[in-house]
Structures are given as structure tokens and as C-alpha cells.
């Protein structure tokens, strides 16, 4: 039997390639000197650090990446039952690592950029439709009967293929290209540099 989790692979990288497109950007230099605050910096909201922020909203992709990467070889797999198994632990894995990657998003609490909460109203969307999407398509592999091949394969093709139509929302994360201090804190953000050598 192929396998079939190939393309739900395929389907989250493109979302880190949605996010690479969208957090891209400016990369000119400010003039001035830095002077030392006397209050201490804020870790969220106004007056945080910009980079320190983007960087754990970057960093936040990483469990779900992380977790899509486990993909079973079924392709020695010699039963639909261990293939039906296979595949369902590793939907169950992924649903893990969006509800870790939602988690550490929100962690990053209040953006001290303008554009910032927006593009992270944004991403949290989508890893909602990440969430509901792989825990439907989780259901719909477990209900199904591994002993009628041609349900079982339908059920794994379907699951697979609105995966892979989801990850084309990626695109819809919008263009922060006139949030010109949310881009350079992207640029010097070493989670973001990372999703962009992905």
C-alpha cells in the first residue's frame, strides 16, 4: 500500500513557507545611539523588546512543525489495521503539537509593535483550522473499518487531500509589509531566520 501521509507532510510545510513569506520583509537600519532605560523593559505590549517578541511568535510554529516531521513508514507496513494504527497516532501527534504551538503563540502575549496582534490573530486562526481539521480527519481514519480496503483508502485519501487544500490558507496570514518594525524585528529574530531557511 503507498503512503499516505506524504502529502499531509507536504501540506504543513507549506504553511512554514506561508509564514516565511509573511514574516519577510524591510531591512533597513535605524540611526541613533542607544541610551539605557532606568524602569526595567516590559516583557509584552508597549515598550517590549520587538525581536524578543517575534522571535517567540516564530518559535511558536516549531511543535507543530516539530511534531509533522514523525511521519510513520508505512511503506513496509504489511496490514491495513497497523497501517490504520500508524497513521491515526501520527494525526493524534500532530493535533498535539498545533495545541503546544497555540499555547506558546498566546504566551507571547501583546505585541510592542504596530501590525503585530493583528498577524497573530491571524496565525492563531489558522492553527485553529489546523486543530479542527486534523482532529476530523483523525475521527474519520478511526471510524472506518481496516478491513474494507477500499472505505480505509478513501478514508485515508480524504483525510490527506483537505489537509492539503487547508495548507493553501497559509496564504491568507496578510501582507505585514506596512508594519515596518514588526519585519525588521523578523529579520533579526533567530526563530524567524529559522523558518525562513526551512
Not at 50 to 71: E, H, I, T, Y
Not at 164 to 174: D, E, H, I
Amino acid at each position: 500500500m503507498p503512503r499516505r501521509p506524504r502529502p499531509f507532510r507536504a501540506a504543513v510545510a507549506l504553511v512554514a513557507l506561508a509564514f516565511t513569506l509573511l514574516v519577510g520583509g524591510c531591512s533597513s537600519v535605524v540611526t541613533g545611539t542607544a541610551s539605557a532605560d532606568p524602569a526595567p523593559r516590559p516583557t509584552e505590549g508597549v515598550g517590549a523588546d520587538p525581536v524578543a517578541w517575534m522571535d517567540k511568535v516564530c518559535g511558536s510554529f516549531q511543535p507543530m512543525l516539530d511534531a509533522s516531521q514523525k511521519v510513520p513508514d508505512l511503506a513496509n507496513a504489511n496490514d491495513l489495521p497497523t497501517i490504520k494504527k500508524s497513521f491515526s497516532d501520527y494525526l493524534g501527534t500532530v493535533v498535539a503539537g498545533v495545541q503546544q504551538s497555540r499555547t506558546q503563540l498566546k504566551d507571547a502575549g501583546k505585541s510592542p509593535v504596530s501590525g503585530g496582534d493583528e498577524v497573530v490573530g491571524r496565525i492563531d486562526g489558522l492553527y485553529g483550522q489546523f486543530e479542527t481539521s486534523l482532529t476530523e480527519a483523525k475521527t474519520k481514519v478511526d471510524a472506518v473499518d481496516p478491513n474494507n480496503a477500499a472505505a480505509f483508502q478513501a478514508a485515508l485519501t480524504d483525510a490527506t487531500n483537505s489537509l492539503t487544500k487547508l495548507s493553501q490558507s497559509g496564504g491568507g496570514l496578510g501582507d505585514t509589509k506596512p508594519f515596518v518594525r514588526l519585519n525588521r524585528a523578523a529579520d533579526a529574530a533567530p526563530n524567524c531566520q529559522k523558518l525562513g531557511a526551512r
